[in-house]
């Protein structure tokens, strides 16, 4: 047998330690996930509300999310409902932890299985509606600023069963009526909708952040309205995460975003944040922490089922603890001299060329039109980026 290596004891870094100015935080759905999955039931025990909120505080989160229904029971009366909430808040206020989120379960109940604000069946529609307000008045009550729409079942298996342009007009009367409400009850309350390609459906609308974006331009009240980008979702769809996170930005619409892992394109993984594509993990942290993004960094991701309860811890530090690592190298990404020498030169232009980009005019474009290029001078310059990715590569190895 091999002499057992003598450990040595990892020095305790406090800039990997969470705090409150992270602001990271996790569903009552992802640590409360007691592993249950298409083919098995849980293998962990079912945490109470208040619990999560405990085991959240002794990790170090900020924040902690909900759906109605994983703190209200369906059919709880409005006594038990009440007891409900101020045992949470409760909780809240020992535990030093908020509630900066809130959303609807509008897929569980097989009310919805033609989906919720797009059914076909009218009566459904506005049950949707009805348990979507009352959930609003729960996250107000909690103190929430934004509350997510993610579709859950809003789709089809079969196309000949709903009119898609019909099903994106409900979907749009929905939240411009849910706009409405809290407006006319004065709740500063900002909606963020979240795309997923597929899953539980076979299609489901909207699928992708870019469609949300384009989608949110057609509503009453926009101004109130951006989008919840999740890791997962894009790359079940084969698509760069941090491509969509840049566009939400640059439309002025990332009000919050869902991070966690997924390996490709497969059914939604949910994997701790950075445990499969460690590198796409670096560069959406890194323009999270470069664009001004000030809201939650909210994990929507669960632990492995084969964990215990204290493997769920190690799950969700290792989400923020990864999170704070990635952080300090993008720091680290800027103040290395060969990189930024690198991205210098990358970025230099020529500035009879930049001359010919302004706004149009028509003499600038009979200057253009006339403009000689050398597009074989173009053609010929080596751009150096796979020196530049190596670079990066070995700063995220701890090389440089
Ligand atoms: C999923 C979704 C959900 C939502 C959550 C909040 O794929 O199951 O990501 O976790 O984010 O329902 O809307
Ligand atoms: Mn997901
Ligand atoms: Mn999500």
């Not at 959240?56 to 709880?76: K, S, Y």
């Not at 509350?147 to 079969?158: A, I, K, N, P, T």
């Amino acid at each position: 047998m091999l002499p057992a290596p003598e450990m040595a004891a990892k020095p305790k870094s406090a800039a990997l330690e969470p705090r409150p100015e992270h602001k990271f935080s996790f569903g009552l759905w992802t640590v409360g996930n007691p592993g249950r999955d298409p083919f098995g039931p849980p293998v962990r025990p079912i945490l109470k509300p208040t619990e999560i909120v405990a085991l959240l505080a002794e990790v170090g989160a900020w924040g902690v999310n909900l759906h109605d229904e994983d703190l209200v029971p369906r059919d709880a009366s409005g006594k038990k409902r009440d007891a409900i909430v101020a045992e949470f808040k409760q909780a809240l206020s020992d535990h030093g932890i908020v509630v900066p989120m809130a959303t609807t379960n509008l897929f569980s109940d097989p009310a919805f299985k033609d989906g919720a604000f797009t059914a076909n069946d009218a009566r459904v529609r506005a049950y949707a509606l009805q348990k979507t307000a009352r959930a609003i008045e729960l996250g107000v009550e909690l103190g929430a600023t934004t509350y997510v729409f993610w579709g859950g079942r809003e789709g089809v298996e079969s196309e000949a069963s709903k009119d898609p342009v019909l099903a994106l007009r409900r979907f749009r009367d929905a939240l411009n009526w849910l706009t409405s409400f809290c407006r006319d009850r004065g709740y500063r309350m900002h909606f963020a909708l979240e795309a997923k390609p597929n899953e539980p459906r076979g299609d489901l609308y909207l699928p992708t952040t870019g469609a949300m974006l384009g989608f949110i331009a057609t509503l009453e009240h926009q101004e109130m309205v951006g989008v919840n980008p999740e890791v997962a979702h894009e790359r079940m769809a084969g698509l760069s995460f941090v491509h969509a996170l840049a566009q939400a930005h640059d439309a002025g619409k990332l009000f919050h975003v869902d991070l966690n892992d997924q390996a490709g394109p497969r059914y939604d993984q949910d994997l701790r944040f950075g445990s499969s594509d460690l590198k796409g993990a670096f560069f959406l942290v890194r323009f999270l922490e470069e664009c001004g993004y000030e809201g939650p960094r909210h994990f929507d991701a669960h632990a492995y089922r084969t964990e215990d309860v204290a493997g769920v811890k190690d799950f969700a530090r290792g989400c923020m603890r990864t999170y704070l690592a990635l952080a300090q190298k993008s720091k680290r990404m800027r103040q290395d001299q060969e990189i930024q020498g690198l991205l210098a030169e990358i970025g230099a232009q020529d500035p009879a060329a930049a001359a010919l980009l302004g706004p149009y005019s028509k003499d600038g474009a009979k200057r253009l039109l006339a403009a000689k290029l050398d597009r074989e001078a173009c053609a010929a310059r080596g751009l150096r980026y796979e020196q530049l990715d190596q670079l990066v590569t070995e700063l995220l190895l701890g090389l440089r």
